[in-house]
């Protein structure tokens, strides 16, 4: 408290968290269900109308993939903010921005989802919605670490385990970032590197704790 | 205790399910509310502009009538996932997929409500929606038996009572499968044994419990 | 107890309201905002881009205007809600649907927002919005007299002092039909005649009041 | 109480701010997450879709940033409306009002930004949006100077305290307004005048304080 406090900094850090929590929890709710506006129902006239709707679903299917994708990619940021803030003892002015950050990503994706629903071939497509992931995952990392190193979190986590955290979180998003290039390559792939990524990042930390390489902590 | 925790299992044990609850709440009040958007206001113009406008909205029966019933199908679901996490204790990874799982399909609902609104008379167009109350409710029940089977519930419920609620549940799940082929028949005639099938659900379960052929319990 | 109990009866009585009231809360929170989206950013190009926007700007002011009478009616449907429910002791699974159908009118409000504002000066607009609001008043007016006849409420309310409050509140659903015939002589007279029932109503209350006919109470 | 009281003021003033909280923080999530509806996914076809897709992107420049200045804005308003009534010890109906009005400019941030982000260079559009600020600030100052003025503060403030903190939050407001001006001289200039005033703003208060010249207290 030597240093002259920030504008909101002297109030904020009595903000309880919850409230933020809340507000949090709100976003990423409206988020996830904003998703449903990237599935446009086709419009179709004319005679012979039950096929031609019939068709137009059908080209439906690479928005439909999109949606699932994205509400399994929201719900399981939503799930890692919940466990994040679940721990959090005290929230600063800070943390509330970086938390605003995180969000302003998150509330991105149904645009990039919309995206590449509509232009599932084309690799701009595929890697804004990459980037996207990777900005938000490194946002929130930023959050993470932001409370962990000034010791805001319920339980003390020592400099070996924010490293391994870091490191952990990190993996993903850089996952993210080289499956940009392959997209430029082959779109498909890169949208498979994902699952990769994904499978390969749970096996190395399940390898890692199992092992007993991964130091312990409840973090 | 003893196999390997799945990577989010050890910590999402300790999260209160008031949590994930709240969020659940959020989707559906947002999933019910988005529903308006599939009423569109129509654009006429030119002269005779008041018989133009009245023409247009008449057309919009089919929407508005398909706003009420999924307003009443959305809440009917909200009350049910309301009532079960009223009675659920604890809550784990896996349960909270399968939460997120029946979540994307409610959200779901406002693009098939207006796709049916649109189309009302292609049994695609019924079909799909069927489909996806079918899928909603089948992994509601899934995330149902789950927590019943895992005894997560504040209640301790015997087979018997486990396999009625099941049974049940599917019962409306499948009515609305079978009225898929109905649907290529007769489009309207799907949309009334829907609520044939609900009505006729009601009564069996009434007629189960006053005999007392219904596993007794809280459940 | 006597009668059998309808199908959620038995548990949704125990269902805390308060969770009723949240669910409420944010469906009412999500309509008021969605309202934002009856007044479409225009679409101009071509040369003199600066006057054509702001003459197609000017024109934007019906929405804007309805814009603001709907925030301040949902809002004020809002206050009401939230004051009958803070006096509510136990709610039931009719009260529930009750609460759904009231809701599921506060959600068409953008649609006739929209309407009104695209088309203020047909009769035909006008008539709708002001159906949607007497049927949402008249669809809480019914939850209300449920709730206070089944002695639901936190204090014990005289048939004087029900009769009062229902007076009150037809009084005012009772004017915005009225004001349809109105409409289809003078669009613009219509609209003012709310407001003139608004304040009549505000005035009627606290002159009854004052003059102690009104029966004393909480309510 | 000896004054005869407003039509809801007796109720209402049992109304827990609570609720009215969790109403507002609603309304403030789901604007925020509306933001994202600004920017629209380009429709593009025929050959070269690719490079045309880029392009079309490009052009969404200026949807972005102000998707981003926006979620800024509206982010700094939800912590102060969060910082006022965390402090907040009795809510009345004026009171209410006062906060519908301030959250009735909130929602209407989507279509200023929209409309900012798609005619990024015309003054009325920039002016509009300084407008939007302007006035969201105001009303919200209001809503501080009514519970000030009437001690429903946790806290007491003296009176110089009231008048720094309202000078504090007109300064903003006046920025705005003072930037509608400038933006018919140079768009882009109006844009970079309210950075500048954001951060002119934090440099007095924050010299002030440490000075000594700001009235201490909690507020």
């Keep these: 408290m030597s240093r002259p406090p920030r504008h909101f900094d002297r109030e904020e850090r009595e903000v309880e968290f919850s409230r933020a929590l809340a507000f949090s929890d709100g976003v ?9 506006t990237t599935i446009d129902v086709p419009h179709v006239e004319g005679p012979d109308l039950g096929s031609k709707l ?11 993939l999109s949606y699932f994708i994205s509400f399994a ?3 399981l940021m939503w799930m890692h903010h919940h466990r994040l803030f679940s ?11 970086l938390n605003l ?7 991105l ?3 990039t989802t919309e995206l590449m629903g ?3 071939d084309e690799p701009i497509a595929i890697s804004l919605y990459a980037l996207n992931i990777a900005l938000a995952v490194a946002a929130y990392t930023l959050l993470w670490w932001y409370c962990a190193a000034r010791d805001m979190l319920a339980e003390h986590l020592t400099r070996a385990q924010i490293r391994y955290e870091l490191a952990t979180r990190l993996f ?5 970032l080289i499956s940009i290039p392959i997209a430029y390559a082959n779109a498909r792939l890169a949208q498979w590197s994902w699952l990769a990524f994904g499978i390969a990042q749970g096996w190395i930390s399940a390898w890692l704790e199992r092992t007993g390489r991964a130091p312990s902590g409840d973090g």
């Design 118 to 120: 509509d232009y599932g």
């Design 172 to 176: 993903i998003s850089a996952g993210f």
């Design 54 to 64: 019939t068709d137009a679903l059908k080209e439906l299917d690479g928005n439909i």
């Design 109 to 111: 994706m149904p645009f």
């Design 73 to 75: 990619v929201v719900g």
């Design 28 to 36: 990423f709710g409206v988020a996830i269900t904003l998703l449903i």
């Design 87 to 97: 721990r959090v003892r005290r929230i600063d002015s800070a943390a509330l921005w």
């Design 101 to 107: 950050l995180s969000l302003s990503f998150i509330v």
